[in-house]
């Protein structure tokens, strides 16, 4: 059972993965490992994953067997534990419970050279639909705080499989980093009775200068503080808690801008590897007002080092006014 324990200075909680155990050698062998040729993510390798929780069979073939367009299935080597209770207790000082939660893999295509840029409209509208069908699902249980959607892309980016696939995991603790921007937003909101992201999206688009790509319903900007060299977010035009209560046509308008967002990156930037993360209200804790869901999409270009690790400051060496012009520029 993985551990969940309590940073007592900071606040930050941070998964203990036990069973993993990993003996100092296995980071070397980590690094060292080429990629095997068998992949568990294609099609006919069904019952090298663990049973399938969701797929789309346009042509109705049965549970985990070929035939699908989308496979949903639990990671393999979950991060957090599905089954048991969370046993809130303390060691002394610190405070710590089981690591429950529930870690997904959404399979996003059988074709294994994909990527999601060089996918159809269509199908990255399925990856949407998994991640809201997944959080209606999950989020009746009533142990899990919070669901992050994400994707790693490519090796450095995490990603420890080639097929393209995204991640889902449910943690019963609002994450820290999601917790300061719902605080931040909310003390905003306290300020000027307007979403901070609705005057976000009212300002860039407005102004254009940061402005990557928009359509009726949704905006991609490089962000004003871009953390990252060529960081953007999409957001969605209307003020909107929860991801997953978008509507058919907004799942839509986001597959189209984000598809167009992915192949600009992948011309300016020549295929990086990047992540890609949805962060959304908290399952129960939300006031409807202050907080605005929203994509954040972060190509790796360069590496957090020292400064940035000590001071939570950043680095960014390409100012957001020309990464948006360089991929607004880009012809695709
Ligand atoms: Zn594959
Ligand atoms: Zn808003």
């Known amino acids: 059972m993985p551990e969940l324990r309590k940073d007592p200075v900071t606040s930050r909680w ?6 993993r155990g990993k ?7 980590e690094r ?8 568990p993510f294609c099609p006919g390798n069904e019952d090298k994953t663990p049973a399938e929780v969701l797929a789309y069979r346009p042509n109705g ?6 035939g699908w367009s989308l496979r949903v299935v639990p990671n393999k ?6 089954e048991g209770d969370l046993n809130r207790q303390g060691d002394g000082m610190y405070d710590k419970m089981n690591g429950i939660g529930a870690h997904e893999v959404v399979i996003e295509t059988p074709e294994h050279g994909d990527t999601l840029a060089s996918m159809s409209e269509q199908r990255i509208e399925d990856v949407l639909w998994a991640f809201h069908d997944r959080v209606l699902d999950l989020r009746k249980d009533q142990r899990f705080k919070y669901i992050l959607l994400f994707k790693n892309s490519g090796r450095a980016a995490g990603a420890s499989l080639e097929h393209p696939h995204s991640q889902l995991i449910a943690t019963p603790i609002i994450p ?3 917790r300061e921007e719902l605080d931040g937003a909310k003390e905003y909101y306290n300020y000027k009775e307007r979403c901070v992201f609705c005057d976000i999206v009212r300002q860039e688009t407005n102004q254009g200068v940061r402005l990557v790509g928009e359509n009726d319903s949704f905006v991609a900007i490089a962000p004003y503080a871009s953390r990252f060299p060529f960081e953007a977010w999409i957001l969605p035009k209307g003020h909107a808690p929860f991801f997953e209560e978008a509507q058919k046509n907004e799942y839509v308008h986001l597959s189209k801008l984000l598809r167009e967002l992915l ?14 993360i949805i962060h959304s209200s908290p399952l129960r804790e939300t006031d409807g007002r202050s907080y605005h869901w929203h994509i954040e999409l972060m190509p790796k270009l360069t590496h957090v080092a020292g400064f940035e690790w000590g001071s939570g400051f950043y680095i960014n060496p390409t100012p957001p006014e020309d990464a948006a012009r360089y991929l607004r520029d880009a012809k695709v």
Request: aromatic share 8%; net charge positive; glycine share 6%.
């Open 14 to 19: 941070v998964i203990i993965s036990t069973e």
């Open 23 to 29: 003996r100092p050698s296995d980071f070397g062998a």
């Open 32 to 39: 060292e490992r080429e990629r095997v040729g068998f992949c």
């Open 61 to 66: 073939s049965g549970p985990n067997a070929p």
């Open 77 to 82: 080597f979950p991060a957090l534990q599905i």
């Open 176 to 178: 820290k980093r999601v």
């Open 263 to 276: 192949l600009r990156m992948e011309k300016v930037l020549l295929n990086p590897p990047y992540n890609l």
